[in-house]
């Protein structure tokens, strides 16, 4: 596969170290398990080729559609699904709710050529983590990989201004109407949700609030559990509709 694909924007910070997960002084124990999703058989081989270049990440499986993508990552529980958005039998988003409940630990990114708002914001409800265009360069498929399996998010720069201005819209609709009151969370977990939605990672948000990262992580469950969302990504949204974090 040629390098046709652009630049990938890492939501938050763009510091290399530190994860959420799996790593211990920038090495991972065990390499990151990716089930490759696209309908095109060409592009799924090529992305395999490219990853099996990579030592730390090892393609388990694929899959043509989202109904074999769910059997696929029920069967092989991987730690990252790299999948397309439009799919025949099966979208990707559509699986995407499937596959977090037959695979919770993994995470998903979608790899599309499709640039719509209303795909991209689709694609964060369902449980995506990342949201990458096909533009980007093979050599940054796998930095991005490494990325969301620590904990990070993953946003092609033009679909993160488009999200940046979702954000925008949404507080301006919350000022033009009462919402229904949002769950209580505890100061410490506002404390938490505010740093998550800069961007840090759980070893920062510990350095900054002097406690230990497991009980970030503990935070981290509570706030989601909390407010019902399934991802860091929609706990910015919702810092942002809530006006926890100011955009400028």
């Known amino acids: 596969m040629a390098d046709s694909f652009g ?9 290399a170290t530190g994860g959420e997960e799996g790593t211990r002084d920038g090495r991972r124990e065990e390499p990151i398990r990716v089930l490759v999703v696209d309908d095109h058989a060409l592009f799924r081989r090529g992305l395999e080729i490219v990853l099996a270049q990579e030592e730390d990440i090892q393609v388990v499986g694929e899959a043509g559609d989202g109904a074999e993508a769910v059997d696929k990552a029920a069967d092989l529980l991987p730690d990252i699904v790299l999948m ?28 599309t050529i499709s640039d719509e708002e209303a795909d991209l914001y689709e694609a964060i409800k369902a449980g995506a983590t990342g949201y990458l ?8 498929v796998a930095t991005a990989i490494r990325a969301v399996a620590d904990g990070q998010s993953q946003i092609s720069p033009s679909m993160a201004s488009k999200l940046l201005t979702e954000f925008k819209s949404m507080i301006q609709r919350t000022d033009e109407r009462r919402l229904v009151p949002a769950p209580r969370l505890t100061d ?13 990672n759980n070893r920062d948000i510990a350095k900054e609030l002097f406690i230990s990262e497991n009980t970030v992580k503990n935070h981290v469950r509570n706030i989601l559990e909390k407010l019902q969302l399934h991802s860091r990504m929609e706990a910015v949204v919702y810092a942002m509709r809530e006006k926890i974090l100011e955009i400028r």
């Open 84 to 111: 397309d958005v439009r799919m025949p039998r099966r979208g990707g988003i559509e699986a995407c709710t499937s596959i977090k409940e037959v695979a919770p630990s993994a995470k998903i990114i979608m790899l």
């Open 7 to 15: 630049p990938v924007h890492r939501a938050g910070d763009t510091r």
């Open 133 to 140: 265009l096909k533009e980007i360069s093979t050599d940054e």
């Open 188 to 200: 410490r977990e506002l404390e938490v949700l505010k740093l998550v939605a800069t961007g840090m």
